[in-house]
């Protein structure tokens, strides 16, 4: 998606069209139109035609982009679940893993990113609940696994706004939600994550659309994306405008959230309130 994003944008810049871009590579225009929406693999000869095409001719940008439609094609480790992960899911786990950035609202659940293995489970059995015991514990050791993004030397920031209904939502019984929240302290004190609570007490707040994930990259070529999750697909947004709509709506959840160093006392209130 990345890739073919930057391949968009400088076919655009050129002023060349789908259909003179796929007769470059011996293909299509909905070839091309694929393979600028990220929904198709990346042959490196056909990257290398299209960059002299569109007049790509500095050494270093040219490596870094056919290193890119390398990276691009190279399996994830999360392919070793592919029984479990769903298509419209990978390009998602492909983005997560080499972002510089993750900011993400939540209004129901705890982010995947910041689950506890018990509490992963609760959420799981809820879109799950026919499924055997194996396949349930395959999709928790999925989710389990993609937490090691945060243990990289490389990590990306995690901004999360949490609202408060998501710390008062019951999942799995006491010791489940008591353990779950007791780990959001936790995870609040690491150096790169940043976790804000909205209480209620802030009434209405800029986010009415629901959960949704920005992710930024360390490349400034490449744009930031939108991940909007539905029950059955996802959406994919990298246009301008529709970025910029998200992004200021997150600025304005970041001001009207508690400040981060309120965020522990927050839970700790509730933890008492409710579990002591």
Do not use: C
């Not at 000869?45 to 270093?60: A, F």
């Amino acid at each position: 998606m990345l890739l073919g994003g930057h391949l968009r944008r400088l076919r655009e810049a050129e002023g060349i069209s789908r259909a003179d871009a796929g007769w470059e590579i011996r293909s299509s225009e909905s070839k091309i139109s694929r393979l600028e929406l990220g929904r198709v693999s990346f042959k490196e000869r056909d990257v290398d035609d299209l960059l002299t095409l569109y007049g790509v001719d500095d050494p270093e940008e040219r490596a870094r982009l056919l290193a890119l439609a390398r990276e691009a094609n190279a399996p994830g480790w999360w392919h070793r679940f592919g029984d479990v992960l769903p298509s419209w899911f990978q390009s998602y786990m492909g983005l997560e893993a080499t972002a510089s950035l993750i900011r993400t609202y939540e209004v129901q659940f705890v982010p995947g990113l910041l689950q506890t293995r018990a509490y992963a489970e609760a959420v799981v059995m809820l879109g799950h609940d026919l499924a055997g015991r194996r396949d349930v514990e395959r999709r928790v050791d999925l989710r389990m696994d993609r937490q090691n993004v945060l243990h990289r030397p490389d990590a990306p920031r995690l901004w999360t706004v949490l609202d408060e209904s998501a710390l008062r939502r019951p999942l799995g019984g006491r010791d489940v939600m008591r353990g779950q929240l007791e780990a959001l302290i936790k995870y609040s004190q690491y150096p790169n994550v940043i976790l804000q609570i909205i209480p209620f007490e802030a009434g209405g707040h800029a986010a009415a659309g629901g959960a949704f994930t920005m992710l930024r990259f360390a490349d400034p070529e490449l744009p930031d994306v939108i991940y909007l999750e539905q029950l059955t697909s996802a959406l994919y947004l990298d246009k301008r405008d529709d970025v910029d709509q998200y992004i200021a709506a997150m600025e304005r959840l970041s001001v009207q959230a508690e400040v981060p160093g309120r965020t522990a006392t927050i839970i700790d209130g509730i933890i008492d309130e409710l579990y002591s």
